[in-house]
């Protein structure tokens, strides 16, 4: 193709920039969305996994307790940490981060494969899968 028309590639092209970046605006900056986020989905058995919650919404929101998380196997609770059962509020706007050293709830290094993180902010439950390395 020649003259000043845009080729087929760059009508492509843009129409991917736009479905990525609709994406990123949806589970990332929406109102009234909160989202959880880990540092990496694929840990090393000699790191920590840490991950974080953020309220994007106009809204602050009550977690059930100070720690509102649990580390799955098969659908098992691996590990859960113990907690006062206290609201805790996380302001609109704000984040809540924290760390897992792999350890079950018997204090044992977990062995390696595939987890699931499940964080329970009172209204919704957020999950996300990760593996963890030898």
Known sequence: MGGDYPSLYY???????????????LAFSCEGNVVLILDKDEIDINESLCFSIINNSEEPIMLPNPNPWEILRNDEIVY??????????????????????????EGILVAPGEYTLL???GKLKLEKRFKINK
């Open 11 to 25: 009508f492509g092209t843009m129409r991917y920039i736009l479905v990525v970046l609709s994406f990123f605006l």
């Open 119 to 121: 964080v329970n902010t």
């Open 80 to 105: 859960a940490p113990i907690t006062i059962q206290v609201l805790t509020e996380l302001p609109s706007g704000k984040a809540r981060a924290w760390c897992w050293n792999l350890k079950s709830n």
